[in-house]
């Protein structure tokens, strides 16, 4: 089975805090995104990567940014953490070709006090 | 971006088919349309995923409008643990990340 892991289910963290949001899969796929999920705005893309060290902006990039050193890790990284970043982190895996599934971990929940 | 448009909620009893329906009138030649699902407090899962056949597989059934501007999910015995939001999705992209494009989705509630 493909595992998709987050390193964190829950975080707390304080405004201008630097934090980091780990995403690891083990399947070996070239695909790996970023989204936040929000009650009435359903799934927003922040950020993708097709490759190590390739990423591409997303529908709302503002105030993220992104690390993709190695293929089975995606780093999702909140510069200066503020209130309205408080959000549910979904990160997704998949190999390339739209005729294929892609796999989510269960989320990180995030809140900054 | 090739947008999807679904109901926002469904609701249905508990061992009775459920149709879920979902336009996408600006479908391109390459899209594949996919559906997933997210359970409560779980990320969204995959169900299936079409081109232009109809597609059966273990959790549901995937019917495809000849012309492709539209599709409907199929879940033939539903149970409560089929209670979700269920998210019908083009699969964009002809090289690269073939990102996918979350739209509100349906929320299904099942019925004992």
């Known amino acids: 089975d493909v595992k998709v892991t987050q390193s964190s289910r829950y975080l707390v963290k304080r405004t201008g805090e630097k934090v980091f949001l780990e995403c690891v899969q083990d399947?070996?796929?070239?695909?790996m995104f970023w989204y936040r999920q929000d009650p009435g705005l359903g799934l927003r893309l922040i950020y993708f990567?097709?490759?190590?060290?390739?990423?591409e902006k997303g529908d709302i990039p503002e105030g993220y940014s992104v690390s993709r050193e190695k293929k089975e890790r995606f780093s999702l990284i909140l510069e200066s953490a503020s209130t309205n970043q408080t959000s549910m982190y979904l990160c997704?895996?998949?190999?390339?070709?739209?005729?294929?599934?892609?796999?989510f971990g269960q989320g990180t929940r995030l809140t900054v006090v | 971006d090739a947008k999807t448009t679904q109901p926002n909620s469904m609701e249905s009893n508990e061992e009775e088919p459920v149709h879920l329906p979902c336009n996408h009138s600006t479908i391109s030649g390459t899209d594949y349309i996919h559906w997933y699902r997210q359970l409560p407090s779980q990320g969204p899962e995959y169900v299936i995923h079409g081109l232009t056949s109809n597609v059966n597989n273990r959790m549901a059934s995937l019917a495809i409008a000849e012309d492709r501007k539209s599709s409907t999910l199929i879940l033939h015995r539903a149970t409560l643990r089929d209670a979700a939001v269920y998210y019908c999705?083009?699969?964009?992209?002809?090289?690269?990340?073939?990102?996918?494009?979350f739209g509100q989705g349906t929320r299904l509630t099942i019925n004992p």
């Open positions: 990567s097709y490759d190590v060290k390739m990423k």
């Open positions: 999705i083009l699969r964009e992209g002809v090289k690269g990340a073939q990102k996918l494009v």
């Open positions: 997704a895996t998949g190999i390339v070709g739209g005729y294929t599934e892609a796999f």
């Open positions: 399947m070996d796929h070239e695909n």
